[in-house]
């Protein structure tokens, strides 16, 4: 083995294990980002492996708050909306876990802590507050998936990303779509 592998090696064991986190500093997705630093050595792998780690977070994320909304809301419509989401999304993820297979790719386990203390703030919420304040919150997501999948579809390089992120485009589109009509139509 060369000695730049068993240092990567060493190093990796050394981060893993004092990066043990507490259940209030875990954040999977800089230790995926970490590891993926140290083992990718082209530069355009590491932003391509750097998007996925942020996709697959925020996949976690967006399925964690249409499950919120599916027992908390009490709009047929916003549950109707939650659960196409959990089943998209949950579809999204396994496609973007099974890209990065077979990269190579460490991914997050859960999302972001920062997502979770939003979820958190929104489980808060009750009735129509709730409903509104979980729209706002699922059409930002959304626009920022959609900014963030279109950025990285002309930056990267990779064929079989590219057609992942073709192939879920038109889906976050309709669900930003879908957001807003219902958003309209609830004024």
């Known amino acids: 083995m ?11 064991t050394v981060i893993l294990a004092s990066c043990q986190p507490s259940a209030q500093e875990d954040d999977s997705s800089e230790i995926a980002k ?3 630093d140290l083992v990718i050595t ?15 977070a925020a996949n976690l994320s967006e399925i964690n708050l249409a499950k919120l909304a599916l027992t908390k809301s009490t709009d047929s419509e916003v549950k109707k909306i939650a659960g196409m989401l959990e089943e998209d999304h949950t579809k999204v993820l396994s496609s973007l876990k099974g890209y990065a297979a077979t990269k190579g790719y460490s991914t997050p386990t859960t999302e972001t802590p920062a997502a979770t203390e939003v979820r958190n703030n929104l489980a808060e919420k009750d009735g129509k507050d709730f409903n509104k304040k979980w729209c706002e919150k699922m059409q930002d997501n959304h626009n920022r998936s959609i900014r963030s999948f279109e950025s990285r579809m002309n930056k990267t390089e990779d064929v079989a990303l590219k057609d992942l992120l073709a192939r879920t485009l038109p889906d976050l589109k309709n669900h930003l779509a879908m957001l807003k009509k219902h958003e309209d139509s609830s004024k």
């Open 2 to 12: 060369k000695l730049t592998h068993i240092l990567k090696a060493i190093a990796l």
């Open 34 to 36: 970490e590891h993926n």
């Open 42 to 56: 082209d530069r355009d792998n590491v932003k391509d492996a750097d998007f996925i780690v942020d996709a697959v």
